[in-house]
T-cell receptor, first 113, second 113 residues
Framework: ELKVEQNPLFLSMQEGKNYTIYCNYSTTSDRLYWYRQDPGKSLESLFV?????AVKQEGRLMASLDTKARLSTLHITAAVHDLSATYFC?????????????FGKGTKLSVKP | DTEVTQTPKHLVMGMTNKKSLKCEQH?????MYWYKQKAKKPPELMFVYSYEKLSINESVPSRFSPECPNSSLLNLHLHALQPEDSALYLC????????????FGPGTRLTVL
């Protein structure tokens, strides 16, 4: 059974600082997603990572994937308050049936002035 | 149009009521999903429809009954729910391939009294 672990689960940052969220998964995966969720809102797709070494960047967020280590990172550069949200990674296990997204528990990010 | 819509936004119902949640997408996606999300938890997959046929039912109690009238619409019929069923119910859609990015609707906040 595929397990997805994120850490930290809670992250309080100051504006302007850098930090990294980690996502480990236990078995091989076809692809990995990062989603953002604001309180009481739906999930917004941020990145999809398809292959080993994949790196994607959007604004102050950069995601990478190491399939050999079964690890993805979400790096935050020079954080701003608007990035405060919960970030989920989600994994599709190799050979998994359609729609079988396995989510991590989420990282609640709070960026303070 | 990259939007998934859901109605109603909020629903309060008694344990003897029958109600339905509705989801619609006009992106030409052929896979649609229902998720349940409890507070401060990740989404949990309930059902997957692929080409209007139920392909995954994650051991959901029979008091939840999905329906896919056509490729753009997805319903979730609710009957005899329990208070512990109170949650955010999210609909999502994706193109027809395994692991395609799922786009989420805004959700229905359900409260069962």
């Amino acid at each position: 059974e595929l397990k997805v672990e994120q850490n930290p689960l809670f992250l309080s940052m100051q504006e302007g600082k850098n930090y990294t969220i980690y996502c480990n998964y236990s078995t091989t995966s076809d692809r990995l997603y990062w989603y953002r969720q604001d309180p009481g809102k739906s999930l917004e797709s941020l990145f999809v990572l398809l292959s080993n070494g994949a790196v994607k960047q959007e604004g102050r967020l950069m995601a990478s994937l190491d399939t050999k280590a079964r690890l993805s990172t979400l790096h935050i550069t020079a954080a701003v308050h608007d990035l405060s949200a919960t970030y989920f990674c989600a994994v599709v296990p190799s050979g998994g049936s359609q729609g079988n997204l396995i989510f991590g528990k989420g990282t609640k990010l709070s960026v303070k002035p | 149009d990259t939007e998934v819509t859901q109605t109603p936004k909020h629903l309060v119902m008694g344990m003897t009521n029958k109600k339905s949640l509705k989801c619609e997408q006009h992106m030409g996606h052929r896979a649609m999903y229902w998720y349940k999300q409890k507070a401060k938890k990740p989404p949990e997959l309930m059902f997957v429809y692929s080409y209007e046929k139920l392909s995954i039912n994650e051991s959901v109690p029979s008091r939840f009954s999905p329906e896919c009238p056509n490729s753009s619409l997805l319903n979730l019929h609710l009957h005899a729910l329990q208070p512990e069923d109170s949650a955010l119910y999210l609909c999502a859609s994706s193109q027809d391939r395994v692991g395609d990015t799922q786009y989420f609707g805004p959700g229905t906040r359900l409260t069962v009294l």
